[in-house]
């Protein structure tokens, strides 16, 4: 079973750090950013939260637009 693409990415958060591998299946994968190191909340990840605002465990980083050059 395949997530969606995590909407973070999607809007290109420049704190978006990518996909960290925790094993051999795709459910061991999780979305990481500056914020969530060790995996994005689905709420913000997968939900509806566009985290604009602060959130728990968010280490004071929320959504930035990632600069196109």
């Not at 459910?27 to 500056?34: D, P, W």
């Not at 968010?58 to 600069?67: A, L, P, R, V």
Request: proline residues 9%; glycine residues 8%; aromatic residues 10%.
């Amino acid at each position: 079973m395949s997530l969606p693409e995590p909407k973070c990415f999607s809007r290109k958060c420049r704190h978006y750090r990518g996909v960290l591998w925790l094993g051999d299946e795709e459910s061991t994968e999780v979305n990481v950013c500056a914020a969530f190191p060790e995996g994005i909340p689905d709420e913000i990840a997968y939900g509806e939260n566009p985290h604009t605002k602060p959130f728990q465990g968010d280490n004071g980083i929320q959504f930035e637009k990632k600069k196109i050059k």
